[in-house]
Structure formats: C-alpha cells, structure tokens
Nanobody, 127 residues
Framework: QLQLVESGGGLVQPGGSLRLSCAAS????????IGWFRQAPGKEREFVAA????????YYQESVKGRFTISRDRRKDTLYLQMNNLKPEDAAVYYC????????????????????WGQGTQVSVSA
C-alpha cells in the first residue's frame, strides 16, 4: 500500500515562498503520476500541478503557472512543490495524490483520477 506524507506548509506573507514536500513509501512504483491539489475552506478541492513518473511531463493550473514548480526526486521518492510569489488566494490545505492510471491534459485536473492521497499540509498567506 502506498503512503503519502506532506510537509512544508506554514504561514507566509504575500510575495513569500514555501516549498512543500510529499514523501512516498510502500509500493512507490505502483502509480503513473503524482500531483498536488488544494482545498480552501468552503471550496472544492482543486488541481494545482502534476508530473508523470516516466516522461516527467508536467501540468499546472493556469493561476500558478510561472510561480509554482513541481519536481520529483526519484531516489528519495519525494515530490516537491516550490511556491513563489504566494498570494492570499493560494491559502489552502495542500494534498499530494497519485494516479495509478495514465493522465493527460484532459483528465489530469480531475480529482477522481487520483486514488491515493496524503493527509495534507496547511498553507496560509497573510500580512
């Protein structure tokens, strides 16, 4: 069974940076892609970014392009999300999730596409 543990969240001022990490353990070869989602209070969980394991293809939500960077350390089985120029609207609980099925530009943003989830890490952006 695959386990995902997020870390790195915290409180930052607008314009600040954070780097989130997601450590995978267990059957770490048993998924096709891994990504980040976020959920703010009263809102639905939304896609942030994803990366495929073999080709390393990346996908981003439009609102984070140019500010967030997703990357993966294969030796450590760890996923990262470097977040720069954070805005108040980026505040949310951030989750990492894996997909055992192929993803593409049509389905990468779909929550139901992902089958294993971490517990989340809180990101707060406030002056």
């Amino acid at each position: 069974q695959l386990q995902l543990v997020e870390s790195g969240g915290g409180l930052v001022q607008p314009g600040g940076s954070l780097r989130l990490s997601c450590a995978a353990s267990g059957f770490t070869l048993d998924y096709y892609a891994i990504g980040w989602f976020r959920q703010a209070p009263g809102k639905e969980r939304e896609f942030v970014a994803a990366i495929t394991l073999t080709a390393g293809t990346t996908y981003y939500q439009e609102s984070v392009k140019g500010r967030f960077t997703i990357s993966r350390d294969r030796r450590k089985d760890t996923l990262y999300l470097q977040m720069n120029n954070l805005k108040p609207e980026d505040a949310a609980v951030y989750y990492c999730a894996t997909s055992a099925w192929a993803i593409n530009s049509m389905n990468v943003r779909t929550v139901e596409q992902y089958d294993s989830w971490g517990q989340g890490t809180q990101v707060s952006v406030s002056a």
